[in-house]
Structure formats: C-alpha cells, structure tokens
DNA sequence: CTATAACTTCTGAAGATACAGAAATAATGA
DNA sequence: TCATTATTTCTGTATCTTCAGAAGTTATAG
C-alpha cells in the first residue's frame, strides 16, 4: 500500500511522540496508519506500508487490542483478519484514559494510600512533615483520578461538548 | 541521610512511574526525594541517600533544572548548592504541564496544521478521507492546547478551586 | 489427511539508554 | 599561587528495548 506524503508526515510525527510517552515507536505507527485508513487494514497491508516485519505488526497489533484501541474484523471470504482503531477522536481519548489510569493512576493512589496511612499510625516522631507533603499528593491524585472516572464514563459526544464548555469556562477564570 | 521506610516506597514508586512517563528513574526518584524533604538538598545527600552515582544526580539535577521543576539555592557559609523542589502540588502540575506542551503538543499541532494545509491544498482527489481525519484530530489537539495554556497560566491556588469546582460540575454532566 | 495460508512466539542481534567511575573543569580559601 | 573541595563532562560497560527472521502453532480448504 502505498502512502500519500501527508499521511506519511503524520505517522512518523506520531511514532516520534509515541516514544516519549512510552508507547513503542512501531505501536504507535500502527495506530496511526489506522486511524488514517479509510477501512480496515489486514496486517500484511501494515507490513507493506510501514516497512516493518511481520511479526512486530503482530506484537503491535495485540498491545493495541489489549489497551482496546483496536478491534480485529472479518470480511466474508478472506481467512485473514482486518484491523481499525476508532475514528472519533473522543473514543480514543476516553479508551487512553480509561487505560492509562487503571495502570498507572490507580497504582499510585494504592501506593500513596499505603504511605499516608503509615506516615499516620507511626508512633515517630519526625513525621508530620511526611504526612503533610504525602497527604497533598495523594488529594491531588484523588481529584485527577475522580476526573478521569468521570471523563472515562461520558460518551464521546458528551466529552466533547463539556470539553468546550469547560474551555469558556476556563476563559472567564482567567 | 536516612530514609523512612514510608519514603522510601514512595521515592521507589514514583521512579517507577516516571519509567513510564519518559522520565528516567533515577530523575524522577531525585525529584521525589527533594519533593518529601523538609528542606534543600546537597547534591552529596542524594547521593548518599539514593545510593546512585555522584555523576548521575549532578545530571539529574540539571534536567530537573531545565523542566523548570527544581530550584539551586545556597546556604550562607557552604559553598554547596542545596536544591529543592516546589511543594504545592498545583503548582508541580502547572509545571509539567506547561514543559510537556511546550516540548510535545507544540511540535504535533505545528505538524497537524501542516498536514491539514497539505490536504486541503492537494488536487489529488482521493484526500477527503485524510482531510477529515487529520482534522479532526487537530480540532482536538487545539482544544487541548487551549485547556494546557490557560492551566499553565492560573495560581495555583485558583488552579486548585477550579478543578474541584469542575469536578462537581463534571458531577452533574453524568 | 495433507498442504497451505495466517498468525504467534521464540531467539539472537542491533540499538538505545542508564549509569558508575575516571578525568577534567571550576570555584573557593589559605 | 596552590591546595582543596565541589561540580560537570567523558567514557566504557551493563542493562533494557526493539525488531527481524526462524520456528512453531493454528486454522482452513481441498
């Protein structure tokens, strides 16, 4: 398959950003072309096209399918299975951020929740400074964590409305 | 200097993290050091409290000095540099908030503007598709950049008041 | 049942990153 | 100026990550 310039531009500029958010450079290709194509792609197609081997399409392709940012299809009378990732930028925020914080928000809030209970119940005396920074961290998370529930739970179309609802909101704040 | 075994969780958690982040470990377990001290660090005492190379903390330091997260002061009669840390949390937010956008969300909307000019001024006729898609991810990177530049600017204090007052609001949205 | 196609997992090599220790530089005080 | 201390930069090694190709597995058609 073939790229137009443009498109190409794009992917490459997204595997770049993927990387330094921890997403592997290939992952995030993939991801790209998908969003990109105007139907679903079989994996060899993603080979041809981006130039990697098969079995990293393969690998990439299930990380996706675990983070729920791509579905694998059928198309009547081909054996092989054809991939897309959704189109609405909303769905995809909401799926990264549903991921994003069971692996790594929740974690920490278990972590911070362990800490600031111990910082508590030692009989120590050097603590209340501990206790103090920790407590703060973890009001932060717990604010940035009931944020992502709710966002995570809204439907694209709703996100999208109270996002810029929230951008004029934000405006007379100022 | 000696840890508390309730620090030092945190301090490893928060490197783990950071891993994930793009952030190196060690980077992020200085920062989460100087964020729990009661007061500036020398460069020496992280190291001996960390147990990593002296070279590594000076390197550290210096990236933490450039994200803007970390502050060089000194102490009338050493000649070490003591560093430290803000310790409002909204404001930490603030920070990284504003260098990721500078570093990352800049970069991909000047690319996304580009791509979308390419598309729209292409004759090729097969292009409505990437148009579209290009588009709309630039719709939602700008709304993103507009939400990154006004947090970035707020005290943190108003920061603080109006993701509560959101997260209520967000509340009734659901 | 066999051959083939689609897909996945394994393995080793290449590359990138992290990091300790050494060497070099800069700053301070005698 | 020289000696000492603080700090940074350099360099090689270890570790981690990425990735292609091979080997293995599963599914399908004949």
């Given amino acids: 398959m073939n790229l137009h310039p443009t498109a190409q531009k794009f992917i490459v500029h997204w595997g770049e950003m ?32 981006l130039a990697i081997a098969r079995s990293n399409v ?14 694998a299809t059928q198309v009547l009378g081909d054996r092989r ?3 897309s990732t959704a189109t609405d930028v909303w769905e995809l925020f909401r799926v990264i951020l549903r991921e994003r914080k069971r692996r790594e928000l929740d974690p920490t809030l278990a972590v911070l929740r362990e800490c600031v209970a111990e910082a508590k119940a030692a009989p120590a005396p050097a603590l209340p400074h501990l206790d103090k920074r920790l407590g703060a961290m973890l009001e932060y998370m717990e604010l940035a964590d009931s944020w992502g529930e709710r966002a995570a739970r809204l439907e694209p179309a709703k996100l999208r409305r109270l996002a810029k609802l929230g951008d004029s909101i934000f405006k007379l704040a100022e």
Same sequence: chains 1, 2.
């Avoid at 993927?18 to 679903?40: C, D, F, K, M």
């Avoid at 393969?58 to 579905?71: A, P």
């Fill in 18 to 49: 993927g990387t330094r958010w921890g997403i592997n450079r290939s992952v995030a290709q993939i991801h790209a072309l998908l969003y990109l194509s105007p139907e679903p792609l079989a994996a060899d197609e993603i080979v041809e096209t």
């Fill in 58 to 71: 393969s690998t990439g392709l299930r990380e996706l399918q675990t983070w729920g940012l791509v579905r």
């Fill in 81 to 83: 299975d054809r991939f």
